[in-house]
């Protein structure tokens, strides 16, 4: 069993920055692919970062490409997102996921584990 809590959300505007952060319990962190996902009022999740087990591989939404980086740290149990030039459409609650390395993609599918979600809102 793996427990997700992210941390990081908040209020910010229109070109600024953010540092999402998702903490996790459990021995087998770095066993697990990690995913960032976001879902918007009335909108559908949608992928938007993926980091591999050693993180040494890195997969990301096209319209985050250049401004949002997914990295993590195995020894913290620990994944992050740092998201700069933040846009009005950035806005969504965001959450992170565990998955096993061949199953977990793009897909939310593909993921055994979610945490709760930390609110992004980014004003114009």
């Known amino acids: 069993q793996v427990q997700l809590v992210e941390s990081g959300g908040g209020l910010v505007q229109a070109g600024g920055s953010r540092r999402l952060s998702c903490s996790t319990s459990?021995?087998?962190?770095?066993?697990?692919?990690m995913g960032w996902f976001r879902q918007a009022p009335g909108k559908e999740r949608e992928f938007v970062a993926r980091?591999?087990?050693?993180?040494?591989?890195?997969t990301y939404q096209d319209s985050v490409k250049g401004r949002f980086t997914i990295s993590r740290d195995n020894a913290k149990n620990t994944v992050y997102l740092q998201m700069n030039s933040l846009k009005p459409e950035d806005t969504a609650v965001y959450y992170c996921a565990a998955g096993r390395p061949y199953n977990s993609g793009t897909s939310a599918t593909g993921y055994d584990y979610w945490g709760q979600g930390t609110q992004v809102t980014v004003s114009s």
């Open positions: 980091i591999s087990v050693s993180g040494g591989i890195t």
């Open positions: 459990g021995r087998t962190f770095s066993s697990y692919a």
